[in-house]
């Protein structure tokens, strides 16, 4: 929703650098990587729900921060900030999804799941484009600051915890405090103390890492996810200044990736489970039984990038870019959605 307004937010703050200017968007994604490192061991140790409802009120923050900044410099680290919090969606949906979701159905389910952190990067700025147009770019942060309150109030309302070794622990303890002669124990019970859980918690994923499978894979998908915010940030210059579209235009051009990403999702939505009921026949279901999604996308994400690079530079007519997108967000979903499946489905 941000995208569009760089221009207008160079010019205010009167910075002429391209790489700024580029920067201030994805710095946004920055947040993404260093959020999770922290809010899936937090998840572990206290559960789901705290960690929801203590980004969510982050997240809020910072951008009603974001929209009361005096500089470039105060923009770009409360958006840092604000990527930092709103990881942990991405961080521990996944993880949620496979606590209260079976197996063969959690195609659809991360399907679903999968379309905020998709189509909002890419609807957001077809709103964001008229905003800034006719209220300024501060209004930008201040919506999106009234849907987050909103959602947050409603997370508060309605979401339970998920996670079974946080629920099965409070089940404990108050069995223990009920029936003080028995000395209960939970099922997921460790005996570690909650600073030496916290440290293997935090070291545990960074242990993950190194293995191959997850680490080529999580390469990739951080990689498609550049991509898609370098596309985002040069949208407003290919737009405005080759092909002559007004703020609130340039807004539009962002959806053929969502119109992509929309059929991509829909494909994945109506295949995914299918197949792996299908390939579990003989085997049972494997994680690499997710895999031909992905393989699917690797092949068109290439195709759509080259046509939007080309038909841009050669000035072709808008549609053959936009196109482009729409190939690109087709074939990203299929990746986006197949590796955290991939992922969750694996022992390791």
């Known amino acids: 929703m941000f995208a569009p307004s760089v221009p207008t937010l160079m010019e205010e703050f009167d910075v002429q650098s391209p790489l700024l200017s580029a920067f201030v968007v994805s710095v946004f994604i920055l947040g993404f990587v260093i959020g999770p490192v922290i809010c899936s061991p937090l998840s572990e140790l206290y559960g789901r729900l705290p960690i929801y409802h203590c980004s969510n009120v982050l997240f809020f923050l910072c951008t009603v921060a974001c929209a009361l900044s005096k500089s470039l410099n105060m923009l770009i680290g409360f958006r840092f900030l604000a990527g930092c919090a709103g990881a942990a969606a991405l961080a521990i949906g996944g993880g949620t999804i496979a606590d209260v979701i079976p197996i ?24 964001g484009g008229f905003a800034v147009q006719s209220l300024g770019w501060r209004w930008i942060f201040w919506i999106l600051a009234i849907i987050s309150g909103c959602v947050s109030l409603l997370t508060f309302a309605v979401m339970r915890e998920t996670f079974a070794p946080t629920l099965l622990g ?142 841009a530079e050669k000035q072709v007519h808008w549609i053959v870019p936009i196109i482009g997108t729409g190939i690109f967000g087709h074939a990203l979903v299929m990746v986006f959605v197949s590796i955290p499946n991939t992922l969750v489905a694996s022992p390791c």
């Open 104 to 127: 063969h159905h959690r195609g659809k389910a991360m399907v679903l799941f999968s379309m905020g952190p998709i189509l909002g990067p890419v609807v957001g700025p077809v709103g």
């Open 170 to 311: 409070r089940k404990t303890t108050r069995m223990q405090k009920d029936y003080p002669k028995y000395k209960f124990r939970s099922q997921y019970y460790t005996g570690l103390k909650a600073s030496a859980y916290l440290r293997r918690s935090l070291v545990r994923p960074l242990r993950m890492l190194v293995n191959p499978i997850v680490l080529i894979l999580s390469v990739y998908l951080a990689v498609g996810y550049g991509y898609l915010y370098i596309l985002f940030t040069t949208f407003a210059i290919v737009f405005r200044e080759q092909y002559n579209f007004s703020a609130g235009a340039v807004g539009l051009s962002f959806l053929g990736c969502g119109v992509g990403s929309v059929l991509g999702a829909g494909l994945y939505y109506f295949t995914s489970d299918r197949l792996l009921h299908r390939l579990s026949k003989v085997t049972g279901p494997q994680p690499e039984h997710r895999a031909p999604a992905m393989c699917y996308g690797a092949i068109l994400m290439p195709i759509g990038l080259f046509m939007y690079g080309w038909s």
